[in-house]
């Protein structure tokens, strides 16, 4: 049962890091890079953030490599 806490623990510090960098990179204007995928046509809009997604990657992957050491 520990592990079990620990697992959502982890899982909800990571939600809350994915949280903070989608508020403070929308300030930077993550979302809106060129290569981010965005179709409107009538009533139908898609959106897709490749290039936002890969930033957010590394990011998250250099700190998590930090707090892992």
């Given amino acids: 049962m520990e592990s079990f806490g620990r697992i959502f623990l982890t899982i909800g510090i990571v939600l809350v890091v994915i949280g903070i960098v989608f508020i403070i990179g929308e300030r ?14 009538g009533n139908f809009t898609f959106f897709f953030p490749i290039v936002s997604s890969i930033i957010i990657s590394i990011i998250l992957t250099l700190i998590l490599n930090l707090f892992r050491r």
């Fill in 28 to 41: 930077f204007g993550l979302g809106k890079l060129p290569g981010d995928i965005f179709i409107q046509k």
